[in-house]
């Protein structure tokens, strides 16, 4: 952008005087926002831990653990030290034998087993195994008449420090692939709607007249279709992925900007330094995107950080629909449909996913913000 | 600007003539029927009804019979409330959901401009940053999870409020929150930005100068500025808040029309949903038209002659 | 309207402390109903206000068990196929009508001409020539029903049908009133339009908002009906009946949200009624597919499956699992035959289940990937997601493919490709042949397996034929035994029915049809 060399007054006079451009400016005033620069390090924070914290995190986001289903948060490891006795009885409870006492230390558990008539099958060491709270079970003792053992086994240590959801997966882990899912989701759908959005409204405000009339009629006709058919249609005939969904999203969420642009145009239109450019030949397609574009890019930034939260909770309604990402995948509008549907027995599974989508969009807003501070060509 | 808006509203027919066919055509495209259910029919039953409801027509036909129906003011009848015919079905949804939507609006665009206004007069102050903070916190927590905690708390825990239901005054704060807080949000940032840039332009600048007083600037010249790109979003908005939200009704089983999109939809309900696009469509064109008439009315320097 | 609500809302608040005139009772209804139209109806929700609003020859009382409705004795001749209903002399309809014979002959016919559109004729379909009509190869007089006089009814079936008197509990044999429907056409059912014979009438009809019934003193049983008007709620979304509830709004609520069960027993407790259902949730096995042809592999994948972790931590014990695919407590059948990996420990039946895979040919080593559709909805996904699991010891990989109910049903029914479906199924009456006609191999709408044994189909056809229902019951249970060996389908659960019930509201008894005819409940305070 640094061929900007019209001097139109509205723009860049008082940058190109003191020799620097527009956007070099902009990133300095973007700097000196104290807000928007920790936005900035926490969209970062976030976009590195949607690409590397599903393979750091200590659990798959698509590991069940049946034994554990919407567990509450906690720092300490599951099982807790309470659980670990039911745990063993639940896990032996068919293998035929009685338990006659359980200690629990160290890591370990041993267990004392007796039965009454038959002997002891050395296979129930496989019981516990099966569970996922233990691992390692060995015999240790096994008494002469095979009617009494000692058995010992490892206790798992598993960190749910997010809790778990309804199958038993790792909220943790499932927010962090959702973090994943849902920037990509936002980014790419908010450029898509973005190049379409803009370049089509500052052309139809620009052109005005006859063509404004055709173009805004087309707008108009795609805002009144029945979306949702849209989408199914979309989904059943070219199956069922994520690139798809930023298609349909951004296909759908270009109108909003149109608009918006066209509206601006057409004040901008009538500015002294549009009409200057004008009469002095320039063509039209240079005043838009010299003109035009720019001076509309603080509107622009404000509505799109107010855009990338509509396409996130527009993915999550279609998620809910059952037309959005596809297990094991997940998003954050889909945990959070999830967590409100149990608000009230497993308030965290709401809590955390809604908690990270709102730093996530607040630092979106303040980037936004300061991005529009820093750009706002008046400001001087 | 009369015959501006005649010829607008004139020219909106074809629009309205091509949704119409798109979404006829999309809709049969789609897989299944109106018929197909959990409990799915004995195949007798199910030509019965396709022959009752002239779905075993060609195509085309049914288009030519449908555009003949609606021509005469018949929109057909529902697939699904079997008793009913759309127009009888949107007839009584439709004020429900106008009602509730108008209500928002005016308490989202009210109560967005003040802060909004408030906020960039006070730029960076911590009024300022409440403001951004609150209404940055109503984008980003979702209709379903802010419309049951609030029925949650001021129905079911401080049984202040009715949790459901239509018909009294009571049942519509509680649906008329949920659905304003997030356009208060929207708004308040878009005036607050817009505020800002009206404050510095020269023809405020220049009110200033003249010694005019703080109050009648903002009031009069720099709202006037600042609404704008509340105005021009509002269009599309209010077409959306007006023809119904299915969360909100559905989290307070409100009686409107915004459910019929998406369960007619699902359902198949091919007249209901061609239905609700009509009057989506017509919404959208009128509030389109309202948008740029506002426009001109506001900004001086649109003109459309 | 304004008023109307705010007294009723009101009263629901203030309930109790009033005098009968305010027994309003607010009632919580699954859905909208989509017709109050008798012979159009297919829905839960309707079959709940019919019941309220028409009185047909007999009817379940609040036991769900069949008792005399319109007709006060019955007689079935020897060979079980001719019915002679001896009408009560009391009935009327609500604008003081005598119910007649003539009236259920005009009812019977109207629900069987192919114009009606009617989506359950077929419930009806063991009348003689009542299916044949229902195509349009007959004309409606040559149905098997005739009005002996006034007060004497004769229906004849085509073959004996041992299950016939629950079916005429079921909303499509509700009389009509042949006046009305002359004269209103399709709009008898409006407000003001509607004659009905039933414990109330229909006062008001707002669509998605609430349908008001008032007591009908001309009801023969009036004396008896203690609730004087009746407000049905349709609540789309489960919670907010349960949050209507729990604020005093409502006095019960018809289903709940599996996933706030706990907490709601935990809270609420007697309130919070959970009770065996006529349904079975199950998956289908495309025995057309290369792998599932294979018996091994449909044994293996159905005895992995571990029934009680769905039943217990996604349904929170609101479902029942299931060892066979006949719910048990049905009608008319001794119950379902045995199966042996049911009585094994999970532990024995995944080594059981690897060697029979391994036998087949597939095992970690050789994964197989098959294909899961299920129709949207959180419950679906969290058991696709649970059996997945389940299943991927057996090398099996599992890929979902969600459809809206509307495509995936008719992805089912046009024989589309999946190797692995999900659907369920609420039993319409009592009795196993509803459960077990749906694999006959020239089943086409049900048949979703593409199951084809010509043995099976024999013993369906036997048990048709079987008057003795002892007998009949046996032949049924070898066929539901051939069921459980071949696998069709692999039953997952049977449903249970949820309900809210408040205090106050006396006389519901859970049982098995979930039904709960407002004439046999009242409001404490009276």
């Given at each position: 952008m640094t061929d900007i060399a019209n001097p139109a007054p509205e723009i860049a006079a008082g940058e190109w005087a003191a020799g620097r451009s527009l956007w070099a400016v902009a990133l300095m005033r973007l700097r000196r926002n104290r807000a928007a620069m920790a936005s900035l390090v926490v969209l970062i924070f976030m976009a590195l831990a949607g690409i590397f914290g599903p393979s750091v995190a200590p659990h798959d986001y698509s590991e069940v653990y049946p034994e554990f289903v919407k567990v509450p948060p906690s720092f300490a490891p599951y099982p807790q030290e309470d659980q670990i006795v039911p745990a063993a009885e639940a896990a032996l409870a068919r293998a035929r034998v009685d338990i006659a006492g359980i200690e629990v230390g160290d890591g370990q558990v041993e267990i004392d087993v007796t039965s009454e008539r038959r002997e002891i099958d050395p296979r129930i060491a496989r019981y516990l195994d099966r569970s996922d709270v233990f691992s390692g079970t060995e015999m240790v003792t096994v008494a002469d008449d095979g009617l009494s053992a000692t058995m010992r086994a490892d206790v798992a240590q598993l960190y749910f420090i997010a809790g778990t959801d309804a199958n038993g997966r790792d909220l943790l882990s499932r927010i962090l692939i959702s973090l994943r899912i849902s920037l990509m989701i936002g980014a790419l759908a908010t450029g898509v709607a973005l190049m379409i959005g803009v370049l089509y409204g500052a052309t139809?405000?620009?052109?005005?007249?006859?063509?404004?009339?055709?173009?805004?009629?087309?707008?108009?006709?795609?805002?009144?279709?029945?979306?949702?058919?849209?989408?199914?249609?979309?989904?059943?005939?070219?199956?069922?992925?994520?690139?798809?969904?930023?298609?349909?999203?951004?296909?759908?969420?270009?109108?909003?900007?149109?608009?918006?642009?066209?509206?601006?145009?057409?004040?901008?239109?009538?500015?002294?330094?549009?009409?200057?450019?004008?009469?002095?030949?320039?063509?039209?397609?240079?005043?838009?995107?010299?003109?035009?574009?720019?001076?509309?890019?603080?509107?622009?930034?404000?509505?799109?950080?107010?855009?990338?939260?509509?396409?996130?909770?527009?993915?999550?309604?279609?998620?809910?629909?059952?037309?959005?990402?596809?297990?094991?995948?997940?998003?954050?509008?889909?945990?959070?449909?999830?967590?409100?549907?149990?608000?009230?027995?497993?308030?965290?599974?709401?809590?955390?996913?809604?908690?990270?989508?709102?730093?996530?969009?607040?630092?979106?807003?303040?980037?936004?913000?300061?991005?529009?501070?820093?750009?706002?060509?008046?400001?001087? | 600007m009369l015959s501006y808006a005649l010829r607008r509203l004139f020219g909106a027919i074809p629009t309205i003539f091509i949704i119409i066919t798109a979404a006829f055509f999309m809709m049969r495209i789609a897989p299944g029927g109106p018929f197909d259910q959990e409990r799915t029919l004995e195949a007798t039953v199910m030509e019965n009804l396709n022959a009752t409801f002239g779905l075993d027509l060609p195509l085309w036909q049914q288009y030519g019979m449908y555009l003949g129906n609606l021509f005469r003011g018949d929109m057909g009848p529902s697939f699904i409330y079997r008793d009913m015919r759309v127009q009888e079905i949107l007839g009584e949804g439709l004020p429900v959901s106008v009602q509730l939507g108008l209500t928002a609006l005016i308490l989202a665009l009210v109560v967005g401009a003040a802060l909004g206004t408030l906020a960039a007069l006070r730029q960076n102050s911590s009024t300022d940053y409440t403001v951004i903070a609150v209404a940055t916190f109503g984008i980003t927590v979702p209709n379903f999870v802010v419309a049951p905690v609030l029925s949650l708390v001021f129905a079911v825990m401080l049984n202040w409020l009715p949790a459901q239901g239509w018909g009294e005054a009571r049942q519509m704060v509680l649906p008329v929150i949920a659905l304003a807080l997030p356009q208060v949000a929207i708004i308040a940032r878009l005036v607050r930005g817009a505020m800002i840039e009206a404050l510095r332009s020269d023809h405020v600048r220049t009110a200033r100068a003249y010694?005019?007083?703080?109050?009648?600037?903002?009031?009069?010249?720099?709202?006037?500025?600042?609404?704008?790109?509340?105005?021009?979003?509002?269009?599309?908005?209010?077409?959306?808040?007006?023809?119904?939200?299915?969360?909100?009704?559905?989290?307070?089983?409100?009686p409107g029309i915004g459910r019929y999109f998406v369960q007619g939809a699902l359902n198949r309900d091919y007249t209901l949903v061609m239905g609700t696009v009509v009057i989506v469509a017509v919404f959208v064109v009128v509030f389109n038209l309202i948008v740029d008439l506002l426009y001109a009315l506001l900004d001086p320097r649109v003109r459309y002659d | 309207m304004t008023r109307d609500l705010l007294?009723?809302?009101?009263?629901?608040?203030?309930?109790?402390?009033?005098?009968?005139?305010?027994?309003?009772?607010?009632?919580?209804?699954?859905?909208?109903?989509?017709?109050?139209?008798?012979?159009?109806?297919?829905?839960?929700?309707?079959?709940?206000?019919?019941?309220?609003?028409?009185?047909?020859?007999?009817?379940?009382?609040?036991?769900?068990?069949?008792?005399?409705?319109?007709?006060?004795?019955?007689?079935?001749?020897?060979?079980?196929?001719?019915?002679?209903?001896?009408?009560?002399?009391?009935?009327?309809?609500?604008?003081?009508?005598?119910?007649?014979?003539?009236?259920?002959?005009?009812?019977?016919?109207?629900?069987?001409?192919?114009?009606?559109?009617?989506?359950?004729?077929?419930?009806?379909?063991?009348?003689?020539n009542a299916e044949a009509i229902n195509k349009g190869e007959m004309d409606p007089e040559e149905m098997g029903v005739r009005a002996i006089d006034e007060k004497t009814l004769e229906i004849t079936l085509s073959q004996p049908t041992p299950y016939f008197l629950e079916l005429l509990t079921h909303q499509t044999g509700l009389p009509v009133h042949p006046a009305s429907v002359e004269e209103h056409g399709a709009e008898f059912v409006r407000p003001g339009n509607m004659v009905s014979n039933g414990a109330f009438t229909l006062e008001e009809n707002i669509l998605n908002d609430r349908i008001v019934l008032a007591k009908n003193e001309n009801f023969h049983d009036a004396e008896n009906v203690s609730l004087a008007r009746v407000n049905y709620l349709p609540f789309e979304d489960l919670s907010t009946c349960v949050r209507a509830w729990e604020a005093g709004e409502v006095h019960s609520?018809?289903?709940?949200?599996?996933?706030?069960?706990?907490?709601?027993?935990?809270?609420?407790?007697?309130?919070?009624?959970?009770?065996?259902?006529?349904?079975?949730?199950?998956?289908?096995?495309?025995?057309?597919?290369?792998?599932?042809?294979?018996?091994?592999?449909?044994?293996?994948?159905?005895?992995?499956?571990?029934?009680?972790?769905?039943?217990?931590?996604?349904?929170?014990?609101?479902?029942?699992?299931?060892?066979?695919?006949?719910?048990?407590?049905?009608?008319?059948?001794?119950?379902?035959?045995?199966?042996?990996?049911?009585?094994?420990?999970?532990?024995?039946?995944?080594?059981q289940a690897i060697a029979l895979m391994e036998e087949a040919g597939y095992g970690p080593d050789n994964p197989v990937t098959l294909e899961l559709a299920y129709n949207t909805s959180e419950n679906n996904k969290n058991v696709a997601t649970a059996i997945a699991d389940m299943w991927s010891i057996l090398g099996v990989d599992l890929e979902y493919t969600v459809r809206d109910a509307s495509a995936h049903y008719s992805h089912l029914r046009d024989k589309g490709d999946f190797d692995v479906a999900r659907a369920g199924w609420i039993g319409d009456y009592s009795d196993p042949q509803n459960f077990l006609f749906m694999v006959e191999s020239d089943n086409d709408g049900f048949n979703y397996a593409n199951y084809d044994n010509a043995e099976y189909d024999a013993l369906m056809d036997e048990a048709a034929a079987a008057a003795d229902l002892e007998a009949r019951a046996e032949i049924l249970q070898q066929a539901e035994a051939m069921f459980m060996e071949d696998l069709p389908f692999i039953p997952l659960l049977y449903y249970s029915s949820r309900s809210l019930v408040s205090s106050d509201l006396q006389g519901w008894e859970d049982n098995i049809q979930n039904v709960h005819p407002s004439r046999f409940l009242s409001l404490a305070g009276s």
């Open positions: 139809a405000g620009f052109a005005g007249g006859r063509l404004d009339n055709v173009m805004m009629r087309v707008v108009d006709i795609l805002y009144s279709l029945p979306f949702v058919f849209f989408v199914i249609l979309l989904v059943v005939f070219f199956g069922r992925n994520v690139v798809l969904m930023f298609i349909a999203v951004g296909a759908v969420e270009w109108l909003d900007m149109a608009r918006i642009v066209r509206g601006q145009t057409l004040s901008l239109r009538r500015r002294e330094f549009v009409q200057a450019a004008e009469s002095l030949g320039v063509r039209s397609r240079d005043i838009v995107r010299r003109h035009i574009i720019p001076n509309t890019l603080g509107t622009v930034i404000i509505y799109m950080t107010l855009m990338i939260p509509k396409v996130i909770l527009l993915e999550s309604f279609l998620s809910f629909l059952g037309l959005g990402v596809q297990e094991p995948l997940t998003s954050l509008g889909v945990l959070i449909a999830e967590g409100a549907k149990n608000m009230r027995n497993a308030p965290f599974m709401l809590f955390w996913p809604a908690a990270t989508m709102t730093i996530l969009l607040f630092a979106l807003n303040f980037l936004g913000d300061g991005l529009r501070d820093a750009l706002d060509p008046k400001d001087r | 010694g005019l007083p703080a109050r009648m600037v903002v009031l009069k010249h720099a709202l006037r500025a600042a609404i704008l790109p509340a105005v021009s979003y509002l269009g599309p908005a209010a077409a959306a808040l007006l023809t119904g939200s299915i969360v909100v009704e559905q989290v307070f089983n409100l | 007294t009723a809302t009101a009263l629901a608040l203030v309930l109790g402390a009033t005098s009968t005139a305010a027994q309003t009772y607010m009632r919580g209804n699954d859905a909208n109903p989509e017709t109050l139209d008798q012979h159009k109806t297919s829905t839960v929700a309707e079959a709940n206000i019919l019941r309220d609003l028409y009185e047909g020859l007999v009817v379940y009382d609040r036991n769900a068990e069949v008792i005399p409705g319109v007709a006060e004795s019955w007689e079935v001749s020897e060979d079980g196929t001719t019915y002679t209903f001896t009408l009560r002399e009391t009935a009327r309809w609500s604008n003081g009508d005598p119910v007649t014979a003539d009236d259920f002959v005009f009812s019977f016919r109207r629900i069987m001409m192919p114009e009606t559109g009617a989506k359950y004729a077929n419930i009806l379909y063991p009348i003689a609520c018809s289903d709940l949200p599996a996933e706030d069960i706990e907490r709601l027993q935990a809270e609420h407790g007697e309130a919070v009624r959970v009770a065996p259902y006529l349904g079975t949730y199950y998956y289908a096995l495309n025995h057309n597919d290369e792998v599932l042809g294979d018996p091994r592999v449909r044994q293996a994948l159905s005895m992995v499956i571990d029934r009680e972790f769905l039943a217990s931590e996604i349904f929170e014990g609101t479902m029942v699992p299931a060892q066979s695919f006949v719910p048990p407590g049905i009608g008319n059948y001794g119950g379902s035959p045995d199966v042996d990996y049911f009585d094994a420990s999970m532990l024995d039946r995944e080594d």
